[in-house]
């Protein structure tokens, strides 16, 4: 298994409100994930950094002995936890939080959480590419209901607004996936400030034919500065 990551404050914003890591583990599986934070200009960066890093030092402790889910929701219920606690108790980041995408991927099977609008592809170069979770947004409730087309939601002016977000509620309850993996597939986990001004297929061409995988996630971010980069930009790329 092969891991990269990258994150870019892109053209507009000020400050990066974007926060990842991924580590090999000594098994050889990998642990990544992904938080766009919301809440202002300072609060937004705290609730992602807090969320990853609390995530990963819980789904790192030693003595876990859980299903491997389990053990990914209880990171994710800590993080969640730690960030609704500082928002509640400091006055500079009432209302803050963050999204959250996260997999523990294997050389069979990837375990996915979602908490947003963050994304999973689950990207082949024989079956193409297929967003893994379901974005918890506005607009993805509306394209549910028949009220928009997939096209209207990329350029919908409301399209930023999410439905859920880790630390809004004290109780998290994250959406899970289990995802079959074969030889040379590959996850992205990444913000929507990628999957907002890069499509699908323009993914699935550069994760399969644009190049070594080791430059994608840079090969991505260009082409999103290269659209002015609206958004901060994150992306994770995991090989099998």
Request: with cysteine.
């Amino acid at each position: 298994m092969n891991v990269w990551g990258i994150t870019d404050r892109g053209k507009i914003r000020e400050q990066n409100q974007d926060a990842f890591a991924h580590q090999v583990l000594p098994d050889g599986r990998v642990i990544a994930l992904v938080c766009d934070g919301m809440g202002g200009a300072r609060a937004g960066n705290i609730a992602s950094s807090m969320a990853v890093d609390v995530f990963m030092e819980a789904f790192l402790e030693d003595g876990e002995d859980s299903p491997d889910l389990e053990h990914m929701e209880r990171a994710a219920a800590r993080a969640n936890r730690q960030v609704f606690r500082r928002a509640v108790e400091d006055e500079n980041c009432v209302g803050m939080g963050t999204t959250l995408v996260a997999a523990l991927a294997g050389e069979e099977e990837a375990l996915i959480l979602n908490e947003g609008d963050s994304r999973a592809y689950h990207i082949s170069e024989e079956s193409g590419i297929s967003q893994v979770t379901r974005d918890h947004s506005l607009v993805e409730d509306l394209v549910e209901r028949g009220e928009l087309t997939r096209d209207q939601a990329r350029v919908h002016p409301h399209k930023n607004l999410i439905t859920r977000a880790l630390g809004a509620e004290p109780d998290l309850k994250a959406d899970s996936f289990r995802r079959e993996l074969a030889e040379g597939d590959f996850l992205l986990l990444c913000s929507d400030g990628l999957s907002n001004v890069v499509s699908e297929q323009e993914i699935l061409y550069e994760v399969v034919h644009g190049g070594e995988a080791c430059t994608c996630c840079r090969r991505l971010l260009d082409i999103a500065l290269h659209r002015g980069a609206p958004d901060n930009v994150t992306a994770v790329l995991i090989q099998c």
